[in-house]
């Protein structure tokens, strides 16, 4: 019975081992990071009471490998507060030195949009809102990428004059 906890305890240190090295890997010196950013926004048929629209993340590579990815999930927070959550089975690739548009279809539910209405119309909000934008990049075993676009929505005055 011995023998085979040491042959256990081995197996787990050499699966330890590989995630460490590859998890290494992903963080080499000299990699610079991958940058994603909003682009577009697209409204699509939603149901029942939720919005839905198509966000477009322009996906840029400085790096000299390609990137592939499989999967791609998305969540953006305004004022604090959740407010557009979305996911994609998409496949493709990101050339080295090289960018491409992926498209997210996300929800926004009745509930999030009024709250943020709500919010918006407080007296104590300022002409620029707040938001970040939480996404990930699925990929082959360990990897995946995160990104976060941390940011501020200039909005007009609601009491100011439409010209």
Known sequence: MLPQAGSRIASLLAAALLVSAV?????????DPVRMNVVGLEPIP??????????????????ET????????LEL????????TGVSDQKGGVPRFGETVISVPVSVSALAAVRQALGLMDE???????????AKLGGPLFSGMRFTERGTLDLPALDSPVR
Do not use: H, T, W
Request: glycine share 10%; proline share 6%; charged share 25%.
């Open 46 to 63: 939603g149901q029942g009471m939720e919005m839905r629209f198509n966000v477009k993340l322009r996906v840029q590579n400085p790096n």
């Open 23 to 31: 998890a290494g890997c992903a963080s080499l010196p000299g990699r």
């Open 124 to 134: 104590r909000a300022a002409d620029d809102v707040p938001y970040v934008l939480r």
């Open 66 to 73: 390609a990137i592939e990815f499989d999967g791609v999930a």
């Open 77 to 84: 927070e305004i004022n604090d507060r959740s407010f557009a």
